[in-house]
T-cell receptor
């Protein structure tokens, strides 16, 4: 079993829909990253969380440390949100362990 | 402010050769991280350098090595290349190594023939 599990693996939505991507982890962590990877490989760090909730524009990330679970929400989704979203947990030694990613496709 | 830069963008080598990949962190960042993203696999942690020292290492053989220079730029060396080393190699930097956000470079795509 992977230390970081994401669901769903693939997600197709219509423009305007509310999207949720989930991440569960089984190890002790210092923090959790949500990353966005576009075709071609470029990675952007969306959030780093160690507790509670963060919001940036249409993106919201939450984390429940007790339940070892985090969610990434996208409100009013848009085709330009289409990308792979990756959950990564920061463990000892500043080591990031990654989930396998969620491929999001938003259709117009 | 310039982001993390990596060079070269693409690198083609043959089995048994050595590859050298370079990374320049964001100005002021002292920590540099290397990750491998092989085709069909997720991102995997390779190495972490901070203040010129190797601080942590992922589950990779010793032929993966690197260093960090006094200006905090970093080099990843892969010796005795194997076909399965073909991957996207991503570098990231953070202000320090202590719970700071990691910012990623565009990557170097290494192809081993």
């Amino acid at each position: 079993k992977n230390e970081v599990e994401q669901s769903p693996q693939n997600l197709t939505a219509q423009e305007g829909e509310f999207i949720t991507i989930n991440c569960s982890y089984s190890v002790g962590i210092s923090a959790l990253h949500w990353l966005q990877q576009h075709p071609g490989g470029g990675i952007v760090s969306l959030f780093m969380l160690s507790s509670g909730k963060k919001k940036h524009g249409r993106l919201i990330a939450t984390i429940n440390i007790q339940e070892k679970h985090s969610s990434l929400h996208i409100t009013a989704s848009h085709p330009r949100d289409s990308a792979v979203y990756i959950c990564a947990v920061l463990t000892s030694g500043s080591r990031l362990t990654f989930g396998e990613g969620t491929q999001l496709t938003v259709n117009p | 402010e310039a982001g993390v830069t990596q060079s070269p963008t693409h690198l083609i080598k043959t089995r048994g050769q050595q590859a050298t990949l370079r990374c320049s962190p964001i100005s002021g960042h002292t920590s540099v991280y290397w990750y491998q993203q092989a085709l069909g696999l997720g991102l995997q942690f390779l190495l972490w350098y901070d203040e010129g020292e190797e601080r942590n290492r992922g589950n990779f053989p010793p032929r993966f090595s690197g260093r960090q220079f006094p200006n905090y730029s970093s080099e990843l060396n892969v010796n005795a290349l194997e076909l399965e080393d073909s991957a996207l190699y991503l570098c990231a930097s953070s202000l320090t190594g202590n719970l700071d956000t990691q910012y990623f470079g565009p990557g170097t795509r290494l192809t081993v023939l």
